[in-house]
């Protein structure tokens, strides 16, 4: 069974940071890159960053590059988590942060977590 479990959002003010955790159960992951989407209520939703499988290559959008950075743990075949690291966070940056396989896979969209950038 496929399942990802979004966790870590919160309200913070400009410049804070916060720490994003998804947990991926599942053989569906194995071997899958990963990504960290956000969606707006008034954009789409995109992909901010991504990380191969091993963990040892990652790549962002220049709107995130140089503040956040993600990672990941793959514990076994079964079981993975991957880690968002926001730093310098921008009230542009308030949105509903998702996980999925990059590219993403339609079925496995879990609840998201939402942050929130605010004075």
């Known amino acids: 069974q496929v399942q990802l479990v979004e966790s870590g959002g919160g309200a913070v003010q400009p410049g804070g940071s916060l720490r994003l955790s998804c947990a991926a159960s599942?053989?569906?992951?194995?071997?899958?890159?990963m990504g960290w989407y956000r969606q707006t209520p008034w954009k789409q939703r995109d992909l901010i960053a991504t990380i191969n499988f091993a963990g040892d290559d990652a790549d962002y959008v220049d709107a995130v590059k140089g503040r956040f950075t993600i990672s990941r743990v793959n514990t076994n075949e079964m079981l993975y988590t991957v880690y968002l690291q926001m730093d310098r966070l921008q009230s542009d940056d308030t949105a509903v942060y998702y996980c999925?396989?990059?590219?993403?896979?339609?079925?496995?969209w879990g609840q998201g977590t939402q942050v929130t950038v605010s004075s």
């Open positions: 999925n396989t990059d590219p993403a896979t339609d079925s496995f």
């Open positions: 599942g053989i569906a992951f194995k071997y899958m890159s």
